[in-house]
T-cell receptor
Framework: SQQGEEDPQALSIQEGENATMNCSYK?????LQWYRQNSGRGLVHLIL?????REKHSGRLRVTLDTSKKSSSLLITASRAADTASYFC?????????FGQGTRLTINP | NAGVTQTPKFQVLKTGQSMTLQCAQD?????MSWYRQDPGMGLRLIHY???????DQGEVPNGYNVSRSTTEDFPLRLLSAAPSQTSVYFC???????????FGQGTRLTVV
């Protein structure tokens, strides 16, 4: 079974709106990472947040981490059509990196 | 730098055949991993390695073998292919803990 769970499984919004997706996990972590995947291609790294960090920003992306609740959220502001993709959270413990099932985000023009 | 290179990109096997999926990275990363992704699903970890000569099982290791004789290469062997192994396989490399993973473009495998 996968150690991360994303919510929602699918999200459809209008261009320009903000998109929020969540990730919950069960084990202790060194860091949590968010990735984007376009149409069956390889995953592309977006942002990494360490277990001792609570919030990170990168351009239009904002990631929060609450280790007490074992959860993280990814916020994409001012969405664009090019943001249409699947988004995955990766959980890295001592060594291995495991992923959840992802959120399928669709941005409607 | 080429990054992470996977070969082949596509493969069709008959049930019971064996084959090796190749993965090579030129970034001198210590960590390498193999994942499979089924339609509409996330990535499930098959095997991973934290350095040459060191491998360990992931979430779905049955039916697969790996070895890590060099830092650069991490081949995945299917011992006796089954239709349930039809999937897209991704290889990834990571420099170490608290660093990002770099993914190959994937190998699309069909077992008939």
């Amino acid at each position: 079974s996968q150690q991360g769970e994303e919510d929602p499984q699918a999200l459809s919004i209008q261009e320009g709106e903000n998109a929020t997706m969540n990730c919950s996990y069960k084990t202790s972590i060194n860091n949590l990472q968010w990735y984007r995947q376009n149409s069956g291609r390889g995953l592309v790294h977006l942002i990494l947040i360490r277990s001792n960090e609570r919030e990170k920003h990168s351009g239009r992306l904002r990631v929060t981490l609450d280790t007490s609740k074992k959860s993280s959220s990814l916020l994409i502001t001012a969405s664009r059509a090019a943001d249409t993709a699947s988004y995955f959270c990766g959980i890295q413990g001592a060594q291995k990196l495991v992923f959840g099932q992802g959120t399928r985000l669709t941005i409607n023009p | 730098n080429a990054g992470v290179t996977q070969t082949p990109k596509f493969q069709v096997l008959k049930t019971g055949q064996s084959m090796t999926l190749q993965c090579a990275q030129d970034m001198n990363h210590e960590y390498m991993s193999w994942y499979r992704q089924d339609p509409g699903m996330g990535l499930r970890l098959i095997h991973y390695s934290v350095g040459a000569g060191i491998t360990d099982q992931g979430e779905v290791p049955n039916g697969y073998n790996v070895s890590r004789s060099t830092t650069e290469d991490f081949p995945l062997r299917l011992l006796s292919a089954a239709p349930s192994q039809t999937s897209v396989y991704f290889c990834a490399s990571i420099e170490g803990v608290n660093t990002e993973a770099f993914f190959g473009q994937g190998t699309r495998l069909t077992v008939v």
